[in-house]
């Protein structure tokens, strides 16, 4: 039997809301392919996703796609917010065109802070620490929500196509709820899918790493994005491909455009049922709809469509916290900030919850828990690059050959290591970050 380093119990969790949602596994099958794939998607901490396949497909074909994400600027920034960034860092080194947004509606809407409050801690505590973290904000677009006209134009637009019972459904609003609270999911979805417009790269697949509680927003860019196609292309009852349009203006116009995109991608024996607003391609196979949805989508806009293709995501688990529950800015002991001294974050370790036995004598004996341990967590997800150093700790550990007292402290050498290289990228960072905002 091999110990695979990656389970653990928490990883069972995640595999049942998973199943519950309808979100993919995000399997060996699909990363493998990745150049260099990073280590939170080699180690299973990416657990999910919906229509990755467009991305990986973008990539492989060498074609352009963009990634979108946002941090709402609520608190101080910890190792779990840390994550994204990471993910980012990534898919920029693969050819992603970046997207960050700064959610400051949301902030202002859910969690009472003023825009000038939201700033103030997104300058100082995100933006910051993304730059000293490796991202360079010239070579992407960070953008704050609430200055963004075309977000919010988008936000406002969007809307037309869902209505309250759905909002009611996704997010169990209530009569009580104020409307920017009501409106804030709808401006991410302005972040989700403006990205897809013309002026700012025009359609193609675009990405969206964020932690599984934000999959309610994606479920909704989804919806939104494919509610506002002009064309569908489906599998028929009688197993064939059909292209259909789903609008009833300019519908002989539509037939026609994608008639000639069709023939133009090599299918051949197209069946026109124009009464249907129909298409049927014989020649087709299933494995080519999503080909054809993206042509089709490209001449959306000129009928006056936007052509956006669903938003694909991929879905992280968050880091437990140091006590145990989760890692959260309102518990300062469970969390270790990106702020924080090597002492301080030395002390949160070495108080840590671990996988160690109850007596030195009984974990040499039967040896320690790493998969339910808060330790190897930190090592697993940012401390040690390096599989097979990984591996190794973690079978001295089940082999009751490593201590606890000594496994914490080589974390909080690691983590020391990393926070002092970070505050003095940080320290830079703040004094060039003014010039980077636009
Ligand atoms: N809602 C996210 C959060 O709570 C922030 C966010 C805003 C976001 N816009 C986004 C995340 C777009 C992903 C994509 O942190
Ligand atoms: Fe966790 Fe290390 Fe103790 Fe194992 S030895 S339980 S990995 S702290």
């Not at 695979?4 to 596994?25: C, H, K, M, N, V």
């Not at 400051?104 to 802070?113: K, M, N, P, V």
């Not at 049922?273 to 080909?291: F, H, R």
């Not at 006056?304 to 140091?322: A, E, M």
Request: glycine fraction near 6%; include cysteine; proline fraction near 4%.
């Amino acid at each position: 039997m091999k110990i695979d380093p990656w389970s653990s119990t928490t990883y069972q969790d995640y595999a049942r809301l998973r199943d519950e949602f309808g979100i993919q596994e995000f399997s060996e099958d699909l990363w493998k392919h990745l150049p260099h794939p990073h280590r939170l998607l080699r180690r299973g901490v990416v657990f999910g996703h919906r229509g990755f396949e467009l991305i990986l497909n973008a990539i492989q074909k060498k074609r352009p796609w963009a990634i979108l994400t946002g941090l709402m600027p609520s608190g101080r920034m910890h190792l779990g917010h840390k994550m994204v960034i990471d993910e980012v860092l990534y898919y920029q080194s693969l050819g992603a065109d970046i997207f960050i947004a700064v959610a400051d509606i949301e902030a202002f809407a859910t969690r009472g802070f003023t825009l000038e409050e939201a700033k103030e801690l997104a300058v100082n505590e995100y933006i910051a620490n993304y730059i000293a973290l490796g991202l360079d904000p010239k070579q992407c677009h960070l953008y704050f929500q609430s200055r963004h006209q075309d977000v919010k134009d988008l936000a406002f637009l969007l809307g037309k196509k869902v209505n309250w019972s759905q909002m009611v459904a996704t997010y169990g609003f209530e009569g009580t709820t104020n409307m920017a609270h009501i409106f804030s999911p709808l401006v991410q979805t302005g972040d989700i899918l403006h990205v897809q417009l013309e002026k700012y790269g025009g359609i193609r697949p675009t990405l969206v790493p964020v932690g599984v509680d934000q999959d309610p927003h994606i479920r909704l860019s989804r919806d939104i994005a494919q509610a506002h196609r002009l064309y569908n292309v489906t599998v028929t009852k009688d197993n064939k491909i059909g292209v259909f349009v789903k609008v009833d203006t300019q519908v002989k116009e539509l037939l026609d455009a994608a008639e000639k995109t069709l023939k133009k991608l090599q299918f051949t024996d197209l069946k026109r049922i124009t009464d249907y607003k129909a298409i049927y391609i014989n020649t087709a196979k299933e494995a080519d709809i999503p080909g054809i949805d993206e042509a089709l989508a490209c001449i959306e806009p000129s009928f006056h469509g936007y052509g956006f293709l669903q938003p694909s995501s991929t879905y992280h688990r968050f880091i437990t916290g140091l006590t145990g529950e989760k890692m959260s800015s309102s518990k300062p002991e469970s969390a270790i900030f990106l702020t924080d001294t090597p002492q301080e974050a030395k002390k949160k370790i070495m108080n840590a919850k671990t996988g160690g036995a109850a007596t030195l004598d009984e974990q040499k004996k039967s040896g320690g828990k790493p998969d339910d341990c808060m330790v190897y967590e930190l090592f697993l997800y940012h401390l040690i690059e390096d599989d097979d150093e990984l591996q190794s700790i973690y079978e001295s550990c089940k082999k009751g050959e490593l201590m606890c007292g000594a496994c914490k402290k080589h974390a909080a050498e690691e983590m020391e290591k990393f926070l002092r290289d970070l505050q003095q990228k940080r320290t830079k960072a703040l004094n060039q970050i003014q010039e980077y905002l636009h």
